[in-house]
């Protein structure tokens, strides 16, 4: 039978992004928790529009319980999608401690018990692992490292590799994976109308690697220092979603291009709602609700972005700009725009040094216990936003050339304080 495809289209800054679809007999592979819809069911069908250069993978409504993570490695036209009903959950974590010393090079880990480990997952082992520089080369520790569960013999791992560093007796070790994995050469890729709850009370260790526990995370390859090195992901949307309960991100973006996350409800998270990290060009967070997490949304060495007509409340910051790698074009040209911005405890719109050409408008800040906006940046442009009831400055600048007119700063404590060089001011 021959092959069919289905153009499909994605806007992403304005412009539509267009990709084929190739399905197989015109069918859309259906997983249903009637028919033991599992995560291994899910991958499966994932797996098999993949191998065929693309498609669709359509959940029926009910509940799937996820022993480990989905990956969209190499991607190409795939969409998943759900709609009213259709409910995601992680099983309960699976935690065990290292009964014995490991030597660096090891190819097992004696445990206490294997109960609930099972082959091919990846773990954590909460120990020392990569003596790290962070790129304006400082020294930090990293107190995990990861491996792959090869085979479980009685109370015995087996890892896939040896293992790379130490590990002392007493070791936590946990499953370390995300609801969704998206990597390699992935593009033209839809996340759409699924609930995902990653059940964080029933995960009470805590992994600490922030790129794990989290319900979406893209990531094209990068180094701090050399910058992209290869692929990025890229047209990416992840639309109508509700991501509930993560330890870490909601969305985390890495060297991600040209993407979007529209319509979702994101909240009760230990880190950001939605992350656009190192490397991320011309994406788009729009028309979000964000509740309840450490930070709204975040651009870490992001540029081209924008954030806009998202509801940001309870968080402890709502966008936060700021610089980690040391490349010259990166944190310039994003756009805050139109965002509602509740109850922050903190600041409710943070550019941090070395960033700059930010645009912020139109966004509306009620009721922040921090700054309204503090700009450290140079070269930005903050015009007709509302601020009210911020208990400390309402905007406070503290980078260079920055021009700042028709913003309303009543009924603040402090209405703007510039601490800044040749910046245009009209209030």
Same mark, same amino acid.
């Given at each position: ?357 930010? =645009? $912020? !408008? @139109? /966004?509306?800040?009620?009721? *922040? ?7 450290? #940046?140079?070269? +930005? =442009? $903050? !015009? @007709? /936003?509302?601020?009210?009831? *911020? ?7 503290? #980078?260079?050339? +920055?021009? $700042?007119? @028709? /913003? ?20």
């Amino acid at each position: 039978m021959p092959t069919l495809f289905r153009v499909q289209a994605i806007l992403v800054a304005g412009i539509v992004w267009l990709f084929a679809a190739s399905i197989l007999a015109a069918q859309d592979v259906v997983v249903s928790p009637d028919t033991g819809g599992t995560d291994k069911t899910i991958q499966a069908a994932i797996d098999a529009v993949v191998k065929a250069g693309g498609g669709r993978v359509v959940l029926k409504p009910g509940e799937y319980v996820l022993h480990r993570g989905l990956i969209l490695q190499n991607a190409k036209g795939v969409s998943i999608i759900g709609g009213p009903g259709v409910r995601l959950k992680f099983a309960p974590e699976v935690c065990v401690v290292a009964a014995a010393d490991a030597p660096k090079g090891q190819g097992f880990i004696e445990v206490e018990s294997a109960e609930g480990l099972s082959e091919g997952v990846q773990i954590e082992i909460q120990a020392k692992g990569l003596l790290d520089t962070t790129p304006s080369g400082g020294k930090y520790q990293r107190l995990f490292f990861g491996a792959s569960v090869a085979a479980i013999e009685g109370r015995r791992i087996k890892t896939r590799r040896p293992l790379e560093y130490p590990m002392p007796k007493g070791t936590k070790i946990v499953y370390a994976y995300n609801a969704f994995l998206l990597g390699g050469e992935t593009s033209g890729v839809i996340i759409e109308g699924l609930e995902i709850d990653l059940n964080r009370d029933q995960w009470p260790v805590k992994p600490i690697n922030h790129t794990c526990h989290c319900a979406v995370l893209g990531a094209g390859a990068y180094d701090y220092v050399k910058g992209v090195t290869g692929p990025a992901v890229e047209n990416v949307v992840i639309h109508n979603c509700v991501f509930r309960n993560c330890h870490h991100r909601g969305v985390a973006w890495y060297s991600v291009v040209k993407s979007a996350v529209t319509g979702c409800r994101i909240e009760n998270a230990d880190a950001e709602g939605i992350d656009l990290d190192h490397f991320c060009y011309h994406c788009e967070a729009r028309d979000n609700e964000i509740r309840n997490c450490p930070v709204g949304v975040e651009l870490n060495d992001a540029s081209d972005c924008i954030v806009e007509r998202n509801t940001i409340e309870g968080c402890e910051k709502g966008i936060n700009l700021w610089r980690w790698c040391p490349h010259e074009d990166l944190n310039r040209r994003n756009l805050f725009k139109a965002n509602k911005i509740v109850d922050t405890k903190g600041t409710a719109i943070f550019c941090g040094p070395k960033t700059g050409k930010t =645009t $912020i !408008t @139109g /966004n509306t800040i009620t009721r *922040c216990s921090g700054i309204g906006m503090q700009i450290l #940046g140079d070269d +930005n =442009t $903050i !015009t @007709g /936003n509302g601020l009210r009831g *911020c208990e400390k400055e309402a905007i406070f600048v503290g #980078g260079n050339n +920055n021009v $700042i007119n @028709g /913003n309303d700063v009543r009924e603040n404590r402090t209405p703007l304080k510039n601490t800044g060089k040749d910046n245009t001011i009209e209030q």
